[in-house]
C-alpha cells in the first residue's frame, strides 16, 4: 500500500494584504478602540477650508497628531480652534485610507484653564473690538421724546410687566410694540436676531429694548453670539441692551447704543419723566415771560435760549418743540401770549388720554394673524401696546 507524504509549514503562515485592505483594517481597529477619547494638546496650525472644515494639529512635547473638525460639528463649539491654545479635544480615531495616515475627528473642544463659555466670551469680545464694534463713535444717541418704543423679550415673565409698569408711570401714553422672542435655549439667537431685524426694517420704533432677566452664563448666553451682536450693530434704529443684572455683562452690551443694567434701568432711561420734561420747559417759559418786557433788541439773545431749550427738550417733531420753534422765531404763533407749561402740560395729558382704536376696555385678545394686543383707555396708567407677528405682512401699523 502507497502511504501518502504529508507537507509540513515549519514558518508562519503568510497573509497578504493590499495597502487598501491593511489601511481599511486599521481603521476599522483604531476606529473601534478609540472611538470617543478626550486627547490633551495644544493647537498648531489652524486653518479653515472652503468647506468649511476646520484641519489643524494637536502636539505636545514629544509628539503632534492631527485633527479636523467638519462643518457639522464646528458650528456647536463653544470657540473656534486659534493657534497657541492648550485644550481638550473629544472625539475619535480614524484613518484617511488614501494616505495612510490617521488624525482625530474633533466633536468637541474645552479650553485648558478655562471655562468653554467664558474663553468663548473673551475670544469673541476681542474679534468685535477689533473691528470697532465697540467704539464709542458709532454709538447713537436715544430720542430725547420716543413716542414709538419696541421691546424685544419674553412674551411672559417679570420682564414685560416691569418695563411697561415703569413707562406708565413715567410717561403715560406711550405706544409700545413687544416682539415676543425666545431669550434661551434653542432657537432663541434666531428668534433675537429676527425681532432686532425687524425693528430695523420697519422703521416704526424710534429706539428697542432688548430685555432679559437674571441668569447663569449659560442662560444668557444667547447675548454672547455673534449673531445677536451683528444684528444689533447692524440695526437702524437706537438699542438698549438689558441683560441680566448690574453685575452682568453681555456682548450684546458691548455692541448696542446704551448698556441698561437691568431692564426696570432701561424703562427709566428710555424717556424722563412728564414731570422732568415740563420742569425743563418751565426753566425756558422764565426766560420767553421775562424777554416779553425786555426792548426788541435784547430779544435776539431770548431767540438763542430758547433755541437751545428746544434742542434739549426734544425732536423737532414734538409739539413742545414745535411751539417753541416758532415762538423763537416772532411770537407769531398764538394771538396772546402763553406760558410754555400750560401748552406743555396740556400737551402731555393729551397724550396720556389717547384711546386706540379697537376700543377700551380690551385687556388681552387674539388679533387676526396671531398678533396679541393688550389694550387700556390710555386713563389707566398703562401704555398701549401690541406683539409684532414674525411674518411682518401681518404686524400691525
Known amino acids: 500500500m502507497q502511504m501518502e507524504q504529508m507537507a509540513l509549514a515549519w514558518g508562519p503562515t503568510r497573509k497578504t494584504y493590499t495597502v487598501a485592505e491593511l489601511n481599511a483594517r486599521v481603521r476599522e481597529l483604531l476606529g473601534t478602540e478609540f ?24 502636539k505636545d512635547h514629544d509628539a503632534q497628531l492631527r485633527c479636523v473638525c467638519f ?11 486659534q493657534d497657541g491654545i492648550a485644550v481638550l479635544a473629544r472625539g475619535q480615531i480614524d484613518v484617511y485610507e488614501a494616505r495612510g495616515e490617521y488624525q482625530l475627528l474633533v466633536e468637541a473642544l474645552e479650553p485648558q484653564g478655562h471655562g468653554a463659555l467664558q474663553f468663548a466670551f473673551e475670544q469673541l469680545k ?63 439667537i434666531e428668534a433675537v436676531v429676527r425681532a432686532v431685524e425687524y425693528f430695523s426694517s420697519s422703521q ?60 426696570s434701568a432701561a424703562a427709566e432711561l428710555v424717556i424722563c419723566t412728564r414731570e422732568q420734561l415740563l420742569d425743563q420747559i418751565g426753566v425756558v417759559d422764565v426766560v420767553y415771560m421775562e424777554s416779553l418786557e425786555q426792548p426788541t433788541a435784547q430779544n435776539a439773545t431770548c431767540t438763542v435760549t430758547l433755541e437751545n431749550g428746544r434742542r434739549r427738550i426734544g425732536p423737532a417733531n414734538s409739539l413742545v418743540s414745535v411751539w417753541l420753534a416758532r415762538s423763537a422765531n416772532g411770537g407769531a404763533t398764538f394771538a396772546a401770549p402763553a406760558r410754555l407749561s400750560t401748552v406743555a402740560s396740556n400737551w402731555c395729558t393729551a397724550a396720556s388720554n389717547v384711546r386706540p382704536n379697537f376700543g377700551a376696555g380690551l385687556d388681552l385678545a387674539v388679533m387676526p394673524g396671531a398678533l396679541l394686543a393688550l389694550w387700556t383707555d390710555g386713563r389707566g396708567g398703562l401704555p398701549e401696546i401690541e406683539c409684532a407677528s414674525a411674518d411682518t405682512s401681518l404686524a400691525p401699523s
Not at 71 to 81: E, H, I, M, N, T
Open 71 to 81: 462643518r457639522a460639528s464646528l458650528r456647536y463649539l463653544k470657540f473656534k480652534p
Open 35 to 58: 472611538n470617543d477619547i478626550w486627547v490633551a494638546g495644544e493647537i498648531s496650525g489652524s486653518k479653515m477650508a472652503s468647506s468649511g472644515h476646520c484641519y489643524f494639529t494637536l
Open 126 to 188: 476681542k474679534k468685535l473690538a477689533l473691528e470697532g464694534l465697540f467704539e464709542a463713535a458709532r454709538k447713537r444717541p436715544l430720542p430725547r421724546l420716543p413716542r414709538r418704543i419696541g421691546i424685544v423679550t419674553s412674551p411672559s415673565g417679570a420682564v414685560i410687566r416691569d418695563i411697561t409698569q415703569i413707562l406708565s408711570r413715567r410717561f403715560p401714553g406711550l405706544h409700545l410694540r413687544l416682539y415676543p422672542a425666545l431669550v434661551q435655549g434653542e432657537g432663541s
Open 204 to 263: 416704526w420704533a424710534e429706539v428697542v429694548i432688548v430685555a432679559r432677566g437674571g441668569g447663569s452664563l449659560e442662560d444668557l448666553w444667547t447675548f454672547n453670539e455673534e449673531a445677536v451682536a451683528r444684528a444689533i450693530a447692524a440695526s437702524s434704529v437706537p438699542v438698549i441692551s438689558a441683560v441680566g443684572h448690574e453685575t452682568d455683562f453681555t456682548i450684546a452690551d458691548f455692541v448696542a447704543d446704551l448698556r441698561a443694567p437691568t431692564p
